[in-house]
C-alpha cells in the first residue's frame, strides 16, 4: 500500500469513527459521571472507552444497538480500572464505618440544609463498592429500569435488585440526616408510589 | 406485620413494587411505628436527591477533544514514559513507575511485592540514584522507607542503614533523590518500600560496586610498603 493510500485509509476510518462516536459521546459522559461522580474521572472514563474502539471501527459499525453495547464496554471499563482506584481510600463500607459515621454529631442547623445533605451524599455514595454505586446511580438518579440494566451490566435482575437494596441501606445509614418536613415529605411519597 | 417484615419491603414500597396487601399492612404499621415510618421517610428523601443529582456539563470541547485524542493515542500505542524510563536506566538512575492502584492492591508480603528489581552501579563517589513514584491520585498518610545493605551508605545518614517517614504522595510523578555511596566492593541492595492501610509494595536496587582495577594496586602498594 502506498503512503498516499495509507494516510486515505486512515482518514475514512477517522471520519468513520466520528460519525459513529460523535453522537454518542455526551451520552457515554453522562453514564460514565454516574459511575465515578468526578467530571474529569468520567471524561478520562470515556477516553480511554474511545482510544480502546478506535482501532475497531469495522466491528462497531456492525453492532445493532450501539449505545447500551457502548454503556456495558463502559462500565467494564469502570469496574476494571476504577474499581481498583476506590480500593485505595479502603472504601469498602463495614458496618462500623456506617454506625460511626451515622453517629457523628451534627449540628441542628447543617440537618435542614439541603445543599450539606447533598455533600454528605456524595460522600457517602462514593463509599459504597462499584457494583452498588453503578446501580443506585444508574436506576435512581439516571431513571435506567432494571430491565436495561440488566442488559447494560449484565447482570440479573435479581442480583441487581439486591445490589439496589444494599446499596440504599448503606446510603441510609451514613447519612445522619433528618427527614423532610411535612410537605415535601407528602410530596415526594406521592411522586414515588404514582 | 413487624418491623422486621416492614425493613425487608421498605425498597420495593419505594419504588412502588408492593401488592396491595402488604401495602395496607405497611401502611398500617407505619401509623404506629415512628422508627418505621421515620426510616421510610429518610429512604424517599435520599431517593428524592438522588433524583435530582445534576450531572455537570463535560469541559469546553470535550467531544471534539476525546474523538482526536482516541485516533491519535491510538496511532502511537507505545506510551513515551517507557522511552523515558529506558533512558534514565542508561543514565544511570534507577526510576520506578508504580500505580497507585499496584500499591493498594498489593498484598503485604507476597511473591508480587517483591518483583521490582533493578540494578545500578556505584561507588566511592556519591550517587544520586532517583525513586520516581508515579501515583494516579493523592494519598495521604503513605509509609516509606529505605534500608540499605551494610556496604552501602545514605550520604547525610552516617551509619543508619534504615529510615522511615511518613509522607503524602501527589497526583503525578514523586521523586526520592537518594545519594548513595558505596563503602566496599560488590553486590549491595536498597530496599524501597511503600505501605498504606495495610497494603506494601516493595522495590528492589541491586547495587554492585567494583573497585577499578588502578585503585585497588595503589592499594595494596600501599599496604605493602
Known amino acids: 500500500m502506498s503512503v498516499i493510500n495509507i494516510f486515505r485509509a486512515k482518514s475514512k476510518s477517522k471520519d468513520r469513527f466520528e460519525l459513529l462516536m460523535r453522537p454518542c459521546v455526551e451520552g457515554l459522559y453522562r453514564f460514565a459521571y454516574r459511575l465515578t461522580q468526578s467530571q474529569n474521572d468520567a471524561e478520562e472514563l470515556v477516553q480511554q472507552l474511545l482510544t480502546k474502539l478506535y482501532p475497531k471501527i469495522d466491528q462497531l459499525e456492525s453492532i445493532e444497538k450501539l449505545q447500551p453495547w457502548l454503556s456495558r464496554a463502559l462500565y467494564n471499563l ?38 450539606q445533605i447533598k455533600q454528605q451524599l456524595l460522600s457517602a455514595i ?48 451514613l447519612l445522619p440526616m433528618e427527614p423532610f418536613d411535612e410537605e415535601q415529605r407528602v410530596k415526594g411519597k406521592k411522586e414515588i408510589t404514582s | 406485620m413487624n418491623c422486621e417484615q416492614v425493613n425487608n419491603l421498605l425498597q420495593d414500597y419505594i419504588d412502588g413494587d408492593l401488592p396491595e396487601a402488604q401495602l395496607k399492612a405497611l401502611t398500617e404499621h407505619h401509623q404506629i411505628c415512628s422508627t418505621c415510618e421515620s426510616n421510610y421517610r429518610k429512604a424517599v428523601q435520599i431517593r428524592t436527591l438522588l433524583q435530582t443529582m445534576p450531572v455537570p456539563p463535560a469541559s469546553e470541547g470535550f467531544v471534539d477533544r476525546v474523538l482526536n485524542k482516541a485516533q491519535h493515542s491510538s496511532d502511537n500505542q507505545k506510551p513515551v514514559i517507557y522511552k523515558a524510563f529506558a533512558g534514565a536506566i542508561a543514565a544511570g538512575f534507577a526510576i520506578w513507575f508504580i500505580t497507585a492502584s499496584t500499591l493498594l492492591t498489593t498484598p503485604v508480603n507476597t511473591q508480587n511485592s517483591t518483583n521490582d528489581i533493578y540494578k545500578v552501579m556505584v561507588s566511592n563517589e556519591i550517587k544520586t540514584i532517583k525513586v520516581a513514584i508515579e501515583s494516579k491520585y ?60 495495610g497494603k506494601e509494595k516493595i522495590m528492589h536496587i541491586r547495587t554492585n560496586y567494583q573497585i577499578p582495577d588502578n585503585v585497588w594496586h595503589l592499594t595494596n602498594t600501599n599496604i605493602n610498603t
Open chain 1, 126 to 173: 462514593e463509599r459504597l463498592n462499584p457494583d452498588q454505586r453503578a446501580v443506585v446511580m444508574l436506576h435512581d438518579a439516571e431513571g435506567y429500569t432494571l430491565s436495561e440494566l440488566e442488559n447494560i451490566l449484565q447482570t440479573p435482575i435479581g442480583t441487581l435488585k439486591s445490589r439496589l437494596n444494599r446499596a440504599r441501606t448503606h446510603l441510609q445509614k
Open chain 2, 138 to 197: 493523592k494519598l495521604s498518610n503513605v509509609q516509606m522507607s529505605i534500608e540499605l545493605s551494610p556496604n552501602l551508605e545514605l550520604a547525610g545518614f552516617g551509619s543508619r542503614t534504615s529510615i522511615n517517614w511518613n509522607t503524602q504522595l501527589k497526583k503525578g510523578i514523586n521523586l526520592i533523590q537518594l545519594p548513595i555511596l558505596g563503602l566496599a566492593a560488590g553486590d549491595g541492595e536498597i530496599i524501597t518500600r511503600i505501605q498504606m492501610n
Open chain 1, 78 to 115: 469502570f469496574v476494571d480500572g476504577f474499581r481498583k482506584k476506590q480500593v485505595e481510600a479502603a472504601i469498602f463500607v463495614t458496618e462500623d464505618v456506617c454506625n460511626e459515621t451515622a453517629s457523628s454529631s451534627m449540628t441542628p442547623s447543617m440537618h435542614t440544609d439541603n445543599e
